[in-house]
Protein backbone atom coordinates (compact mmCIF):
# COMPACT_ATOMS: atom_id res chain seq x y z
CA UNK A 1 0.00 0.00 0.00
CA UNK A 2 2.83 2.72 0.58
CA UNK A 3 4.69 1.51 -2.40
CA UNK A 4 1.47 2.16 -4.43
CA UNK A 5 1.30 5.81 -2.84
CA UNK A 6 4.86 6.55 -3.55
CA UNK A 7 4.82 5.63 -7.05
CA UNK A 8 1.42 7.56 -7.03
CA UNK A 9 3.05 10.72 -5.75
CA UNK A 10 6.16 10.32 -8.31
CA UNK A 11 3.72 9.67 -11.08
CA UNK A 12 1.80 12.97 -10.56
CA UNK A 13 5.29 15.28 -9.60
CA UNK A 14 6.76 14.21 -13.00
CA UNK A 15 3.70 14.64 -14.76
CA UNK A 16 3.47 18.26 -13.26
CA UNK A 17 7.24 19.16 -14.01
CA UNK A 18 6.53 18.28 -17.62
CA UNK A 19 2.98 20.11 -17.79
CA UNK A 20 4.71 23.22 -16.48
CA UNK A 21 7.53 22.92 -18.77
CA UNK A 22 5.48 22.57 -21.80
CA UNK A 23 3.24 25.52 -20.81
CA UNK A 24 5.92 27.97 -21.63
CA UNK A 25 5.03 30.11 -18.59
CA UNK A 26 7.12 28.68 -16.17
CA UNK A 27 9.59 26.79 -18.67
CA UNK A 28 11.76 30.10 -18.74
CA UNK A 29 11.75 30.91 -15.41
CA UNK A 30 14.88 28.56 -14.96
CA UNK A 31 16.46 30.02 -17.94
CA UNK A 32 17.57 33.23 -16.00
CA UNK A 33 16.91 34.97 -19.43
CA UNK A 34 15.55 38.66 -20.13
CA UNK A 35 11.86 36.90 -19.86
CA UNK A 36 12.49 35.28 -16.71
CA UNK A 37 12.13 38.79 -14.73
CA UNK A 38 9.10 39.95 -16.65
CA UNK A 39 5.68 40.32 -14.68
CA UNK A 40 2.98 38.12 -15.13
CA UNK A 41 0.69 40.86 -16.49
CA UNK A 42 3.95 41.81 -18.57
CA UNK A 43 3.77 38.50 -20.06
CA UNK A 44 0.07 38.58 -20.55
CA UNK A 45 -0.08 41.56 -22.65
CA UNK A 46 3.05 40.91 -24.53
CA UNK A 47 0.84 37.75 -25.77
CA UNK A 48 -2.13 40.08 -26.40
CA UNK A 49 -0.11 42.39 -28.72
CA UNK A 50 1.21 39.41 -30.64
CA UNK A 51 -2.28 38.07 -31.09
CA UNK A 52 -3.26 41.17 -32.12
CA UNK A 53 -5.61 41.71 -29.45
CA UNK A 54 -6.04 45.42 -28.48
CA UNK A 55 -6.60 46.29 -24.81
CA UNK A 56 -9.69 48.07 -24.13
CA UNK A 57 -9.85 51.08 -21.45
CA UNK A 58 -11.98 50.55 -18.19
CA UNK A 59 -12.60 53.43 -15.33
CA UNK A 60 -10.32 51.56 -13.42
CA UNK A 61 -7.47 53.15 -16.05
CA UNK A 62 -8.08 56.15 -14.14
CA UNK A 63 -6.80 55.71 -11.00
CA UNK A 64 -3.85 53.33 -12.01
CA UNK A 65 -0.45 55.06 -12.31
CA UNK A 66 -0.44 54.07 -16.12
CA UNK A 67 -2.48 56.81 -18.01
CA UNK A 68 -2.00 59.11 -19.97
CA UNK A 69 -1.21 62.15 -17.89
CA UNK A 70 -2.45 64.70 -20.75
CA UNK A 71 -6.10 62.75 -20.65
CA UNK A 72 -8.24 64.28 -18.13
CA UNK A 73 -12.25 64.29 -17.57
CA UNK A 74 -13.21 67.36 -16.17
CA UNK A 75 -16.56 68.12 -15.52
CA UNK A 76 -18.18 71.74 -13.85
CA UNK A 77 -18.96 71.43 -10.07
CA UNK A 78 -21.41 73.78 -10.51
CA UNK A 79 -23.49 72.09 -13.01
CA UNK A 80 -22.88 68.99 -11.79
CA UNK A 81 -24.37 70.17 -8.15
CA UNK A 82 -27.19 72.53 -9.86
CA UNK A 83 -28.39 69.84 -12.07
CA UNK A 84 -28.80 67.23 -8.61
CA UNK A 85 -30.39 69.76 -6.89
CA UNK A 86 -33.04 70.86 -9.50
CA UNK A 87 -33.61 67.54 -10.75
CA UNK A 88 -33.80 66.22 -6.88
CA UNK A 89 -37.76 65.17 -7.28
CA UNK A 90 -36.63 62.67 -10.36
CA UNK A 91 -35.49 59.28 -8.77
CA UNK A 92 -31.53 59.09 -9.65
CA UNK A 93 -30.82 55.72 -12.00
CA UNK A 94 -27.28 56.05 -12.41
CA UNK A 95 -24.50 58.99 -12.11
CA UNK A 96 -21.19 59.05 -13.65
CA UNK A 97 -18.70 62.05 -12.45
CA UNK A 98 -16.21 60.92 -14.57
CA UNK A 99 -17.95 61.06 -17.79
CA UNK A 100 -20.42 63.93 -16.07
CA UNK A 101 -23.69 61.85 -17.00
CA UNK A 102 -26.87 61.80 -14.60
CA UNK A 103 -29.93 59.69 -15.73
CA UNK A 104 -32.66 59.84 -13.69
CA UNK A 105 -36.10 57.54 -13.51
CA UNK A 106 -39.69 59.27 -14.13
CA UNK A 107 -41.20 61.16 -11.46
CA UNK A 108 -43.48 63.90 -11.61
CA UNK A 109 -42.31 68.28 -10.27
CA UNK A 110 -43.74 69.29 -7.55
CA UNK A 111 -47.05 70.86 -8.32
CA UNK A 112 -46.99 69.45 -12.22
CA UNK A 113 -49.36 66.49 -13.06
CA UNK A 114 -46.92 64.85 -15.81
CA UNK A 115 -44.04 63.26 -15.28
CA UNK A 116 -40.58 63.51 -16.48
CA UNK A 117 -37.35 61.54 -16.67
CA UNK A 118 -34.26 63.53 -17.27
CA UNK A 119 -31.17 62.64 -18.91
CA UNK A 120 -27.95 65.40 -18.57
CA UNK A 121 -24.74 65.71 -19.92
CA UNK A 122 -22.16 67.86 -18.46
CA UNK A 123 -19.40 67.63 -20.89
CA UNK A 124 -17.11 70.94 -20.48
CA UNK A 125 -15.44 72.46 -16.99
CA UNK A 126 -16.58 75.69 -18.06
CA UNK A 127 -19.73 77.40 -16.68
CA UNK A 128 -21.46 77.79 -19.68
CA UNK A 129 -24.74 77.36 -21.15
CA UNK A 130 -22.69 74.87 -23.94
CA UNK A 131 -21.26 72.67 -21.25
CA UNK A 132 -24.90 71.25 -20.36
CA UNK A 133 -26.73 69.08 -22.33
CA UNK A 134 -30.65 68.37 -21.06
CA UNK A 135 -32.78 65.70 -22.66
CA UNK A 136 -36.43 65.42 -21.08
CA UNK A 137 -38.66 62.61 -21.86
CA UNK A 138 -42.44 62.34 -20.47
CA UNK A 139 -44.43 58.62 -20.96
CA UNK A 140 -45.79 60.05 -24.33
CA UNK A 141 -42.46 60.83 -25.88
CA UNK A 142 -39.74 63.83 -25.79
CA UNK A 143 -40.92 67.04 -23.77
CA UNK A 144 -41.28 69.95 -25.45
CA UNK A 145 -38.71 72.32 -26.15
CA UNK A 146 -39.43 74.97 -23.96
CA UNK A 147 -39.72 72.78 -20.64
CA UNK A 148 -36.10 71.35 -21.89
CA UNK A 149 -34.99 74.99 -21.92
CA UNK A 150 -36.39 76.06 -18.91
CA UNK A 151 -34.82 73.04 -17.02
CA UNK A 152 -31.64 74.19 -18.50
CA UNK A 153 -32.22 77.85 -17.69
CA UNK A 154 -32.40 76.80 -13.94
CA UNK A 155 -29.96 74.26 -14.05
CA UNK A 156 -27.55 77.31 -15.19
CA UNK A 157 -28.90 79.84 -13.19
CA UNK A 158 -28.83 77.45 -9.81
CA UNK A 159 -25.33 76.78 -10.78
CA UNK A 160 -24.40 80.32 -11.25
CA UNK A 161 -25.77 81.02 -7.75
CA UNK A 162 -23.70 78.35 -5.84
CA UNK A 163 -20.49 80.17 -7.70
CA UNK A 164 -21.33 83.37 -6.67
CA UNK A 165 -21.60 81.57 -2.91
CA UNK A 166 -18.32 79.97 -3.13
CA UNK A 167 -16.35 83.09 -4.10
CA UNK A 168 -18.17 85.18 -0.96
CA UNK A 169 -16.24 82.88 1.02
Request: aromatic letters at 6%.
Amino acid sequence: MGFKSVLRGTAVLTLALAVSGCGGGFGNMFQGGERSRATAAEIHEEHRREAGVTRQSTVWDLFSGGHDPNVTVEVNKYLWNASLEILDFLPVQSVDPFSGVIVTGFGTPPGGGRAYRAAVLINDPALDARSLNVALMTQGGPASRETIRAVEDAILTRARQLRIRDRGL
